[in-house]
T-cell receptor, first 113, second 113 residues
Framework: KNQVEQSPQSLIILEGKNCTLQCNYTVSPFSNLRWYKQDTGRGPVSLTIMTFSENTKSNGRYTATLDADTKQSSLHITASQLSDSASYICVVSPLGNNNDMRFGAGTRLTVKP | DTGVSQNPRHKITKRGQNVTFRCDPISEHNRLYWYRQTLGQGPEFLTYFQNEAQLEKSRLLSDRFSAERPKGSFSTLEIQRTEQGDSAMYLC???????????FGQGTRLTVV
Protein backbone atom coordinates (compact mmCIF):
# COMPACT_ATOMS: atom_id res chain seq x y z
CA LYS A 1 0.00 0.00 0.00
CA ASN A 2 1.36 3.37 -0.99
CA GLN A 3 2.28 5.39 2.07
CA VAL A 4 1.40 8.65 0.33
CA GLU A 5 -2.12 9.02 -1.02
CA GLN A 6 -3.25 11.99 -3.07
CA SER A 7 -6.69 13.24 -3.98
CA PRO A 8 -8.34 13.92 -6.23
CA GLN A 9 -6.71 11.80 -8.90
CA SER A 10 -7.58 14.45 -11.47
CA LEU A 11 -9.15 17.88 -11.42
CA ILE A 12 -10.43 20.31 -14.06
CA ILE A 13 -10.89 23.98 -13.22
CA LEU A 14 -11.41 27.23 -15.10
CA GLU A 15 -8.64 29.74 -15.49
CA GLY A 16 -8.57 32.22 -12.64
CA LYS A 17 -10.16 29.88 -10.12
CA ASN A 18 -8.51 28.56 -6.97
CA CYS A 19 -8.07 24.91 -6.11
CA THR A 20 -6.76 22.73 -3.30
CA LEU A 21 -5.02 19.39 -3.68
CA GLN A 22 -4.80 16.90 -0.82
CA CYS A 23 -2.08 14.59 0.41
CA ASN A 24 -2.50 12.03 3.19
CA TYR A 25 0.50 10.06 4.36
CA THR A 26 1.31 7.31 6.80
CA VAL A 27 5.08 7.80 6.81
CA SER A 28 5.92 8.42 10.47
CA PRO A 29 8.02 9.89 11.80
CA PHE A 30 8.93 11.93 8.79
CA SER A 31 11.69 14.34 7.98
CA ASN A 32 10.16 16.53 5.33
CA LEU A 33 7.26 16.81 2.93
CA ARG A 34 7.63 18.24 -0.56
CA TRP A 35 5.32 19.22 -3.37
CA TYR A 36 6.50 18.91 -6.94
CA LYS A 37 4.97 20.07 -10.23
CA GLN A 38 5.51 17.79 -13.20
CA ASP A 39 4.64 18.78 -16.73
CA THR A 40 3.88 15.96 -19.15
CA GLY A 41 7.08 14.32 -20.35
CA ARG A 42 9.28 16.41 -18.07
CA GLY A 43 11.00 15.90 -14.75
CA PRO A 44 9.38 17.10 -11.49
CA VAL A 45 10.12 20.64 -10.36
CA SER A 46 10.15 21.48 -6.67
CA LEU A 47 7.46 23.87 -5.40
CA THR A 48 7.80 23.68 -1.63
CA ILE A 49 9.63 21.72 1.05
CA MET A 50 8.48 21.67 4.68
CA THR A 51 10.03 20.02 7.70
CA PHE A 52 7.82 18.35 10.29
CA SER A 53 7.86 21.53 12.41
CA GLU A 54 6.50 23.81 9.70
CA ASN A 55 2.80 24.45 9.09
CA THR A 56 2.82 26.41 5.89
CA LYS A 57 5.11 27.38 3.04
CA SER A 58 4.37 29.63 0.10
CA ASN A 59 5.91 29.94 -3.34
CA GLY A 60 4.14 32.61 -5.35
CA ARG A 61 0.60 31.45 -6.06
CA TYR A 62 1.31 28.07 -4.45
CA THR A 63 0.75 27.61 -0.71
CA ALA A 64 1.38 24.30 1.02
CA THR A 65 0.06 23.48 4.47
CA LEU A 66 1.00 20.67 6.79
CA ASP A 67 -0.83 19.13 9.75
CA ALA A 68 1.56 16.60 11.27
CA ASP A 69 -1.06 15.48 13.80
CA THR A 70 -3.53 14.34 11.16
CA LYS A 71 -0.77 13.49 8.67
CA GLN A 72 -2.29 15.66 5.99
CA SER A 73 -0.91 18.25 3.64
CA SER A 74 -2.59 20.41 1.07
CA LEU A 75 -1.42 22.47 -1.87
CA HIS A 76 -3.52 25.53 -2.62
CA ILE A 77 -3.21 27.19 -6.00
CA THR A 78 -4.52 30.73 -6.26
CA ALA A 79 -5.77 32.44 -9.43
CA SER A 80 -4.93 29.48 -11.63
CA GLN A 81 -3.30 29.95 -15.01
CA LEU A 82 -3.27 27.72 -18.08
CA SER A 83 0.39 26.95 -17.36
CA ASP A 84 -0.61 25.40 -14.04
CA SER A 85 -1.90 22.38 -15.98
CA ALA A 86 0.38 19.58 -14.78
CA SER A 87 0.64 16.75 -12.28
CA TYR A 88 1.27 17.75 -8.69
CA ILE A 89 3.13 15.18 -6.63
CA CYS A 90 3.41 14.97 -2.85
CA VAL A 91 6.63 13.43 -1.52
CA VAL A 92 7.38 12.40 2.07
CA SER A 93 10.78 11.37 3.45
CA PRO A 94 11.06 9.29 6.62
CA LEU A 95 13.00 10.71 9.54
CA GLY A 96 16.57 9.56 9.46
CA ASN A 97 16.47 8.62 5.80
CA ASN A 98 15.91 11.70 3.72
CA ASN A 99 17.11 9.83 0.66
CA ASP A 100 14.06 7.60 0.77
CA MET A 101 11.53 9.88 -0.91
CA ARG A 102 8.05 8.30 -0.97
CA PHE A 103 6.07 9.66 -3.90
CA GLY A 104 2.34 9.89 -4.24
CA ALA A 105 0.75 9.07 -7.58
CA GLY A 106 0.00 12.74 -8.14
CA THR A 107 -3.05 14.83 -8.97
CA ARG A 108 -3.50 15.67 -12.62
CA LEU A 109 -4.69 19.30 -12.84
CA THR A 110 -6.14 20.74 -16.03
CA VAL A 111 -6.83 24.46 -16.23
CA LYS A 112 -9.21 25.43 -19.01
CA PRO A 113 -9.76 28.90 -20.51
CA ASP B 1 21.95 25.51 -18.12
CA THR B 2 23.27 24.34 -14.76
CA GLY B 3 20.43 21.97 -13.91
CA VAL B 4 20.42 18.18 -13.92
CA SER B 5 21.00 16.92 -17.44
CA GLN B 6 19.92 13.53 -18.78
CA ASN B 7 20.74 11.91 -22.09
CA PRO B 8 19.22 10.75 -24.25
CA ARG B 9 15.75 12.27 -23.82
CA HIS B 10 14.14 9.41 -25.69
CA LYS B 11 15.29 5.89 -26.48
CA ILE B 12 13.50 3.23 -28.48
CA THR B 13 15.07 -0.20 -28.38
CA LYS B 14 14.22 -3.74 -29.35
CA ARG B 15 13.53 -6.27 -26.65
CA GLY B 16 16.71 -8.02 -25.59
CA GLN B 17 19.03 -5.11 -26.38
CA ASN B 18 21.13 -3.28 -23.80
CA VAL B 19 20.67 0.43 -23.16
CA THR B 20 22.63 2.98 -21.17
CA PHE B 21 21.45 6.33 -19.88
CA ARG B 22 23.58 9.16 -18.57
CA CYS B 23 22.89 11.72 -15.86
CA ASP B 24 24.95 14.82 -15.16
CA PRO B 25 23.96 16.22 -11.75
CA ILE B 26 24.24 19.80 -10.63
CA SER B 27 27.87 20.60 -9.99
CA GLU B 28 28.95 20.00 -6.38
CA HIS B 29 25.86 17.96 -5.55
CA ASN B 30 27.01 14.95 -3.56
CA ARG B 31 23.83 12.95 -3.78
CA LEU B 32 22.46 11.41 -6.95
CA TYR B 33 19.28 9.38 -7.31
CA TRP B 34 17.71 7.28 -10.03
CA TYR B 35 13.95 6.81 -10.25
CA ARG B 36 11.60 5.05 -12.62
CA GLN B 37 8.19 6.44 -13.45
CA THR B 38 5.38 4.75 -15.34
CA LEU B 39 2.36 6.52 -16.76
CA GLY B 40 0.00 7.88 -14.11
CA GLN B 41 2.26 6.95 -11.22
CA GLY B 42 4.74 8.80 -9.08
CA PRO B 43 8.44 8.05 -9.43
CA GLU B 44 9.74 4.86 -7.79
CA PHE B 45 13.17 4.83 -6.16
CA LEU B 46 15.81 2.70 -7.88
CA THR B 47 19.16 3.63 -6.37
CA TYR B 48 21.14 6.36 -4.63
CA PHE B 49 24.77 7.49 -4.66
CA GLN B 50 26.67 9.64 -2.23
CA ASN B 51 29.66 10.79 -4.23
CA GLU B 52 30.92 7.63 -5.97
CA ALA B 53 29.49 5.19 -3.44
CA GLN B 54 26.23 3.42 -4.26
CA LEU B 55 24.63 3.35 -0.82
CA GLU B 56 21.19 2.00 -1.50
CA LYS B 57 19.42 -0.12 -4.11
CA SER B 58 15.74 -0.85 -4.44
CA ARG B 59 14.33 -4.33 -4.92
CA LEU B 60 13.11 -2.93 -8.23
CA LEU B 61 16.70 -2.88 -9.41
CA SER B 62 16.99 -6.41 -10.75
CA ASP B 63 20.29 -7.95 -11.77
CA ARG B 64 19.68 -6.66 -15.30
CA PHE B 65 20.08 -3.12 -13.98
CA SER B 66 23.38 -1.59 -12.98
CA ALA B 67 24.28 1.96 -12.06
CA GLU B 68 27.65 3.60 -11.66
CA ARG B 69 29.05 6.93 -10.63
CA PRO B 70 32.76 6.34 -11.13
CA LYS B 71 34.18 9.74 -10.28
CA GLY B 72 31.40 11.05 -8.12
CA SER B 73 30.16 13.31 -10.88
CA PHE B 74 28.04 11.92 -13.72
CA SER B 75 26.21 8.60 -13.42
CA THR B 76 25.13 5.92 -15.86
CA LEU B 77 22.24 3.50 -15.63
CA GLU B 78 22.48 0.39 -17.79
CA ILE B 79 19.69 -2.04 -18.49
CA GLN B 80 20.71 -5.35 -20.01
CA ARG B 81 18.43 -7.64 -22.03
CA THR B 82 15.62 -5.10 -22.00
CA GLU B 83 12.04 -6.28 -21.56
CA GLN B 84 8.81 -4.55 -22.52
CA GLY B 85 8.11 -3.99 -18.84
CA ASP B 86 11.18 -1.78 -18.68
CA SER B 87 9.38 0.84 -20.75
CA ALA B 88 9.14 3.90 -18.51
CA MET B 89 10.56 7.32 -17.81
CA TYR B 90 13.89 7.11 -16.01
CA LEU B 91 14.52 10.15 -13.84
CA CYS B 92 17.72 11.32 -12.24
CA UNK B 93 17.85 13.76 -9.34
CA UNK B 94 20.63 15.35 -7.32
CA UNK B 95 20.88 17.21 -4.04
CA UNK B 96 23.60 18.91 -2.07
CA UNK B 97 22.99 17.26 1.25
CA UNK B 98 20.28 15.82 3.46
CA UNK B 99 17.05 17.78 3.85
CA UNK B 100 17.86 20.02 0.93
CA UNK B 101 15.96 20.36 -2.28
CA UNK B 102 16.31 17.55 -4.80
CA UNK B 103 16.45 18.70 -8.41
CA PHE B 104 15.27 16.43 -11.16
CA GLY B 105 16.42 16.10 -14.72
CA GLN B 106 14.04 15.99 -17.65
CA GLY B 107 14.17 12.23 -17.74
CA THR B 108 14.89 9.61 -20.37
CA ARG B 109 11.82 8.04 -21.92
CA LEU B 110 12.54 4.38 -22.74
CA THR B 111 10.31 2.42 -25.08
CA VAL B 112 11.03 -1.27 -25.54
CA VAL B 113 9.39 -2.73 -28.64
Amino acid sequence: KNQVEQSPQSLIILEGKNCTLQCNYTVSPFSNLRWYKQDTGRGPVSLTIMTFSENTKSNGRYTATLDADTKQSSLHITASQLSDSASYICVVSPLGNNNDMRFGAGTRLTVKP
Amino acid sequence: DTGVSQNPRHKITKRGQNVTFRCDPISEHNRLYWYRQTLGQGPEFLTYFQNEAQLEKSRLLSDRFSAERPKGSFSTLEIQRTEQGDSAMYLCASSLEENTEAFFGQGTRLTVV
